[in-house]
């Protein structure tokens, strides 16, 4: 589901997605993902954390990866990083995201 439910102009999604570290790995997740452009590089910047996954935590350790993360919506290549107190990875990309953008406002 695309969420929609906070104050700013960000984009963003919250739902099941899955994580292909590119060596045959895959993890079914759930992920928390925003986005906004930033108007001084111009490209899209997405980002936000995958929820607590052992398997995962297993494989990486809390090290940084590259995966292509799919969502219904869609996929694009994001980097794993910053596990937070509560052992969830920070992912993040730039351009194109893994989630519909919202691309057009109606009053």
Do not use: C, I, N
Not at 18 to 35: I, K, N, Q
Not at 67 to 74: E, K, L, Y
């Amino acid at each position: 589901m695309t969420t929609t439910d906070h104050d700013d102009d960000d984009d963003g999604y919250r739902g099941p997605a899955t994580l292909d570290l590119g060596d045959g790995r895959t993890f079914d997740v759930e992920v928390t993902l925003r986005g906004y452009v930033e108007p001084l590089d111009g490209r899209y910047h997405w980002y936000g954390r995958v929820a607590v996954h052992a398997g995962l935590e297993s494989v990486l350790g809390g090290k940084r990866a590259q995966a292509v993360v799919s969502t219904p919506q869609g996929e694009a290549v994001g980097e794993l990083s910053d596990v937070d107190p509560w052992g969830r990875y920070r992912v993040a990309g730039t351009s194109t995201p893994p989630f519909a953008v919202l691309t057009e406002v109606t009053a």
